[in-house]
């Protein structure tokens, strides 16, 4: 497939096929893991402020039932397209599988830039979407759980809950209709920045894996690589936020409106801050500019971060990209021809649907906690702290010792619902690192982490179909 006539979705069913031959399932389960399982194409009008009509595009696909209920982000954005939503929505399942989620796959979007219309409009938008859904069954905590995706946040998942406990009174799980909700919504601390968290911990984890940096050319651990990240939103911010926080340098980002570099280190919130004051990442002190924003994709660094949409690296600017590593946080960033030229160049690339899935998982303790109706920490954290305090003064007696404050502190602290979740979550993804890692390392035929990651995906999603009975 050239990159001119490029199909997102033949992307995915490519790097599925790809990565089946190193797996022992017939055709018949591998076409049924492929297969996008429904997919609703819906249209419906909104009025905007100026009274006139307009009708919009949107779509819901679910990808698998292998498990339910479907899981998967909602995006607001113009290059929505049925191709789009069904290949997001399989690599929800992927990675829904490799981190051990238990939900199939789905996918949300509306063909709308959310930036040309108004609060009230997108909001009228987001509830009559959402009503669609309710009447296809195509949302609830059993059926299909939505979440935030490019273009969406707190906000929308807000609408989202109320127009669907609306429609449902007295239905005790409404909450869990959907994730990504602000907390007084019943959202779960932790859930927005957990996808860049997420990308952080997996990139960590290979990082921290001496034989792959060494065939890297690269010294083991986080601390002083050179980072370049590709989109300042949600995933973009917090992944480039924990690298800083780690002692990593941000030396370039980018935005819409262009691109930055500092030799030195770019401060990732006094940079959101001079966007948010200026409208541009531009011209920010002490940093040089670039006018277009895949600049920033060619920039000398050792960790390349896309994080805002896909196809951005391609069969003709990848062999331009400097980068050892590329960790895909945005969904599909790169082109198979870009697989190719960097398997070539000896580029590792740190696959999106396992890197990215810091947001599903977390957005999985978020459904928990709304099933359980119960804060994540509020049983125990007393129960915890008086039972450390105990220990303590039991070692202090004993040893004739005491223990520094600071140290006392940390020692007696009980988990905090974010404590948590940051911990369920590092654990995920360092699991799904090795696992994938391993698997790699078993076979010398897989050429890439991304087979390997197919391969752990299909495997897990194969041998629940088969589980299921549907195929003797
Ligand atoms: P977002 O809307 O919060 O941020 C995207 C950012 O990218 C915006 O600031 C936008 O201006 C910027 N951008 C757009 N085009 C750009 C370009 N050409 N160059 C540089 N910047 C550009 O969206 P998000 O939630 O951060 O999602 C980003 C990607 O991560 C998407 O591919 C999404 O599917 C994926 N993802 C998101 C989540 C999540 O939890 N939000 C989870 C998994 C994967």
Redesign the pocket.
């Known amino acids: 497939m050239s990159d001119q006539n490029y199909s997102f979705f033949g992307a995915v069913e490519e790097s599925f096929d790809k990565a089946a031959k190193h797996t022992k399932w017939d055709e018949g389960i591998l076409n049924q893991i492929k297969a996008c399982n429904a997919v609703y194409r819906m249209r419906f009008p909104v009025k905007r402020d100026n009274g006139s009509i307009e009708v919009i595009e949107a779509y819901r696909v679910q990808h698998s039932h292998h498990k339910t209920p479907c899981k998967g982000?909602i995006?607001f954005s113009e290059a929505v397209n049925q191709d789009e939503v069904m290949a997001?929505a399989a690599l929800m399942t992927y990675k829904c599988a490799i981190v051990n989620v238990p939900f199939g796959g789905g996918k949300g979007g509306i063909k709308i830039n959310p930036k040309a219309y108004s609060a009230y409009e997108l909001e009228k938008i987001t509830r009559r979407y959402t009503a669609e859904l309710i009447k296809k069954d195509f949302i609830g905590p059993g059926t299909d759980v939505p979440?935030?995706?490019?273009?969406t946040?707190e906000r929308e998942m807000a609408w989202i809950i109320d127009t669907y406990s609306a429609m449902h009174p007295g239905e005790i799980d409404a909450a869990g209709c959907v994730t990504?909700k602000p907390v007084s919504q019943g959202g779960v601390r932790g859930r927005r920045e957990?996808?860049g968290l997420g990308v952080f911990f997996g990139l960590r984890e290979v990082c921290n894996t001496p034989d792959v940096m060494e065939k890297l050319g690269l010294t083991p651990g986080v601390k002083d690589k050179r980072v370049v990240v590709?989109?300042?939103?949600?995933?973009?911010y917090h992944s480039a936020k924990f690298f800083q926080d780690a002692g990593a340098k941000i030396v370039g980002l980018?935005?819409?409106e262009g691109a930055i570099w500092s030799d030195d280190g770019l401060d990732v919130d006094a940079v959101f801050q001079h966007r948010k004051n200026t409208g541009s990442i531009l011209n920010f002190p002490g940093s040089q500019n670039f006018a277009k924003?895949?600049d920033?994709l060619e920039m000398d660094c050792d960790i390349l971060i896309p994080?805002?949409?896909?196809n951005?690296i391609n069969g003709e600017n990848a062999p331009r990209v400097k980068a050892k590593i590329i960790g895909e946080?945005?969904?599909?960033?790169l082109t198979p021809e870009a697989d190719d030229v960097f398997v070539k160049k000896g580029v590792l690339v740190v696959p999106?649907m396992y890197l990215?899935?810091?947001?599903?998982t977390v957005s999985y303790f978020e459904w928990l906690k709304n099933l359980s109706h119960v804060r994540y920490g509020r049983l125990e954290k007393r129960f915890t702290e008086n039972m450390n305090a105990h220990i303590l003064s039991q070692i202090e007696e004993l040893s004739g010792k005491q223990v520094k404050d600071n140290e006392r502190e940390f020692i007696m602290h009980g988990p905090d619902e974010v404590d948590l979740v940051y911990s369920g979550l590092e654990e995920t993804m360092i699991t799904a690192t090795k696992e994938i890692m391993t698997k790699w390392q078993e076979d010398p035929n897989i050429p890439d982490m991304r087979t390997a990651a197919y391969v752990v995906a299909i495997n897990k999603v194969g041998t629940s179909y088969a589980e299921l009975g549907i195929f003797p």
């Open positions: 982000g995006r997001l979440a935030p995706d490019y273009g946040g990504g957990a996808t590709q989109g300042l939103g949600n995933v973009g980018a935005e819409y924003n895949t920033a994080a805002a949409l896909e951005v946080a945005a969904n599909g960033p999106d990215n899935a810091g947001g599903v």
